[in-house]
């Protein structure tokens, strides 16, 4: 959407506010309510905005901060990043969109996929995949390459109480971590099965399967680069 569409939008969004309510946010803001769909588009728009220039600092800094060069990204992935990393107003996300681009300038292991994961997750899922990452960084390394159909597991009740969420919070957060495939129930090699190499998974929060596309997400968005 260009900004003569968004303009529009917000002018006609301010039509169909009754009256008495187009004054009163007019008389609150000190604009009068012909004006208040155009500056509302403009605040947005400047919101977005600062939000960008945040995230490039922050880019520039952990590439200044690497002794990498940055280089062109591809449009694939450096407009959907900016575009939704520009609505995100929590500040540990924003440092993983920052992240995001500052890997995509100087590798090409940032997948469009982990931009359309990232905006999706709320602080507490984002808390744990950073959890996830910090963790794997302290067992294995800061380049640890997962050997088997998981990149590591942790334990539910551990997430639980370490970022205490409520039961609902919980699995709500499993829920769409499991959805987005960055964690999964894991699996076990069951003896009664004829070919006891196929994994049979079971649908469980009590040990929480970190994948690949969940290891290398979390390291995308975390490490430096």
Not at 31 to 40: D, F, M, Y
Not at 79 to 95: A, C, K, M, Q, R
Not at 120 to 137: C, D, F, G, T
Request: aromatic share 10%; hydrophobic share 40%.
């Amino acid at each position: 959407m260009d900004d003569r569409n968004a303009i529009e939008i917000a002018k006609e969004a301010v039509k169909q506010i009754a009256k008495p309510v187009q004054d009163f946010i007019g008389a609150v803001f000190g604009k009068p309510a012909n004006e208040l769909g155009e500056w509302i588009s403009d605040t947005i728009r400047g919101k977005r905005f600062e939000t960008q220039l945040k995230i490039f600092t922050k880019a520039r800094q952990l590439t200044q901060d690497s002794g990498l060069e940055p280089s062109a990204i591809n449009l694939k992935v450096l407009v959907p990043l900016l575009e939704n990393g520009s609505l995100e107003d929590n500040e540990p996300i924003i440092d993983m969109w920052a992240h995001l681009l500052a890997n995509a300038s100087t590798s090409d292991n940032v997948r469009a996929s982990y931009i359309a994961i990232l905006k999706e997750l709320e602080p507490a899922e984002a808390k744990i995949m950073q959890y996830i990452y910090n963790e794997s960084v302290k067992k294995y390394g800061n380049d640890f390459i997962p050997t088997n159909e998981y990149a590591g597991s942790m334990e539910g009740a551990t997430v639980r109480k370490l970022f205490g969420l409520s039961d609902q919070d919980f699995e709500q957060s499993i829920d769409n971590l499991y959805r987005l495939r960055l964690l999964a129930p894991t699996a076990s090699r069951l003896e009664f099965l004829d070919n006891k190499e196929i994994p049979f998974a079971h649908y469980s929060k009590t040990t929480l399967g970190v994948t690949y596309l969940g290891y290398y997400f979390a390291r995308a968005c975390n490490k430096s680069p």
